[in-house]
């Protein structure tokens, strides 16, 4: 049986007993007229009181989830918190109450609104037992929210340790200086000018690398400048073999993904392809319904073995920040790889 099951399954249960409880008590215990007993006391009264009891306690569960995203995000609002937990208490109290006051409405009572100290005791107690039931029921509700939300929050964190480590394990060990210096220094030889704009580029790359990874989300277009800066590199390295076409629009550019996501994309395409003046590689950046898609046409390079890390890394990091994994989708002359996207 799957956890959801039995997170449905456990609180229908205590809220068809809660039913019953109340039902039995307040039916029985609580000094009414015979021809109110009777009314109270049938099989249909219970089942009624069941389902009501069920929608009620569903209900609360809502409230109780939608109190626990205010507590988190207004602890300052606390008078909030604290007066929608005595309306949901209020309720149970008026439904008990309903309950009995109806049923001897319904027998033509003279006083429906009036009970006998004996029956207001019983009332109470009943109260009293569904009011602990439920705060057992959602404090066992919150501290297993709060033991998710911890483990959450060290999954989080273990993968942002894992990709600012791999972030910088890229951008700053010797091969990557080796080549950008040895490209800077050809570029200082023959056009200083381009030299001054690769040491502009490289500076900014490292510069946005240093920033974004104590972030968990950056906007799309800030990975997109960091990109524009990250490509230059290739470029000059590589040649004019290497394009970007950026299919996004301004509005678009607002959404939120991973830090390095683009990085690590285009890095991943340099690494396994072939790019050559003759066989030039053009990488389309663009977005479809909620996600950012990251295309290019295979050409395999020889002797480069993929062992997935990098993109299972990205995909942890967008479950645990976003709700949904990366999509890799390969064809036999394509490879796109798909990313969620958050519009908040």
Not at 67 to 73: D, G, K, M, S, T
Not at 125 to 134: D, G, I, R, S, T
Request: hydrophobic share 50%.
């Amino acid at each position: 049986m799957g956890d959801r099951t039995r997170n449905g399954l456990f609180p229908a249960l205590l809220f068809t007993g809660l039913g019953c409880f109340a039902w039995f008590l307040l039916a029985g215990y609580t000094d009414l007229t015979p021809s109110a007993e009777a009314v109270l006391g049938s099989g249909w009264v219970c089942l009624f009181l069941v389902v009501l009891f069920n929608a009620l306690g569903f209900l609360t569960l809502r409230v109780s989830a939608w109190l626990n995203r205010q507590y988190v995000l207004h602890v300052q609002r606390r008078w909030k918190v604290a007066a929608a937990c005595m309306a949901v208490l209020a309720v149970y109290l008026l439904v008990d109450y309903g309950f009995l006051v109806v049923g001897k409405a319904l027998v033509g009572a003279r006083h429906p609104f009036a009970f006998s100290g004996g029956g207001v005791r019983i009332l109470l107690v009943v109260w009293l037992v569904e009011v602990a039931v439920l705060g057992l029921l959602l404090s066992n509700r919150m501290m297993a929210q709060t033991l998710r939300l911890s483990q959450r929050a060290a999954e989080l964190q273990a993968e942002n340790n894992a990709a600012r480590y791999a972030a910088l394990q890229s951008q700053l060990n010797p091969h990557f200086l080796f080549n950008n210096l040895n490209a800077l220094i050809a570029e200082i030889e023959y056009d200083p000018a381009r030299a001054v704009s690769f040491t502009r580029n490289l500076s900014e790359v490292y510069r946005y690398v240093l920033q974004a990874q104590s972030r968990p989300l950056v906007s799309l277009g800030e990975e997109l400048r960091f990109a524009d800066a990250y490509l230059y590199l290739h470029v000059v390295r590589l040649g004019d073999c290497l394009r970007c076409r950026v299919e996004v629009t301004d509005e678009e550019r607002e959404c939120r993904v991973p830090p390095l996501t683009l990085q690590l994309l285009i890095e991943n395409v340099v690494k396994h392809n072939t790019i050559t003046a003759s066989r030039p590689m053009e990488i389309v950046v663009a977005t479809d319904d909620g996600w950012l898609t990251v295309s290019n046409p295979i050409r395999p390079r020889q002797g480069v073995a993929s062992e997935g890390v990098g993109l299972r890394n990205l995909s942890n990091r967008c479950r645990i920040m976003l709700g949904r994994e990366i999509e890799v989708l390969r064809t036999s002359t394509s490879f796109t790889v798909k990313v969620p996207m958050s519009y908040e």
